[in-house]
């Protein structure tokens, strides 16, 4: 019993990861949120290249004054996702001064985390995030955790939405970290 009881939550969080990836809420939020995704030698993978062009479409669409951008230093590198993802969307038009880097999560939870208390010192709590289809339904969830009030807009040009295997591969990983975080979530661990 036990078994059909976990299979069946495995399924309704798989269909929910689905599901939350084809929402898009995009509209005027305190900041545009975008997660990080590896670099190479100080440039954007394919992945967060994706993520920060959708992230340059909606600031000019003015919908926030200003953009977050997350993300780490990896392990044997010597800039972070976030740095990175300055300089990307700096050329393309956003103001360096409407830019705010968490460059120190390692984790989404870490990022969000850090993100929620930026925004309280911005006396804002709306943000528009931005990441790939999988990972809308998890960071919603996240974003709440933090109190935060969550408006989602997925990139629809990542690679990994553009390709079978890993589109699955990523929705099978999320299905499962998805139940973890929102255990945690309504245990109030923080």
């Not at 969080?13 to 100080?42: C, E, F, M, N, T």
């Not at 953009?67 to 700096?90: H, K, N, P, Q, Y």
């Not at 295997?165 to 979530?185: D, F, G």
């Amino acid at each position: 019993m036990a078994l059909v009881v976990l299979a069946a939550i495995w399924a309704v969080s798989l269909a929910a990861v689905i599901a939350w990836g084809h929402r898009d809420s995009a509209k005027p939020a305190g900041a545009i949120v975008v997660l990080g995704a590896a670099q190479y030698v100080g440039r954007p993978s394919p992945v967060l290249r994706a993520r920060l062009e959708h992230a340059v479409v909606l600031w000019k669409r003015g919908l926030a004054p200003r953009m977050i951008l997350t993300g780490g230093t990896g392990e044997g590198d010597t800039t972070s996702e976030a740095a990175v993802g300055r300089r990307f969307v700096v050329q393309a038009g956003v103001p360096d001064s409407a830019i705010l880097l968490e460059a120190k999560g390692r984790t989404t939870t870490e990022s969000m985390r850090a993100v929620a208390a930026m925004m309280r010192a911005q006396r804002s709590d709306t943000v528009l995030l931005v990441s790939d289809p999988f990972h809308m339904l998890r960071l919603w969830i996240l974003a709440r955790r933090f109190g935060l009030v969550p408006l989602l807009s997925p990139t629809s040009s990542s690679p990994i939405s553009e390709s079978w295997r890993p589109r699955w591969e990523y929705r099978l990983s999320e299905s499962v970290k998805v139940p973890a975080v929102l255990a945690l979530t309504l245990l109030g661990v923080h």
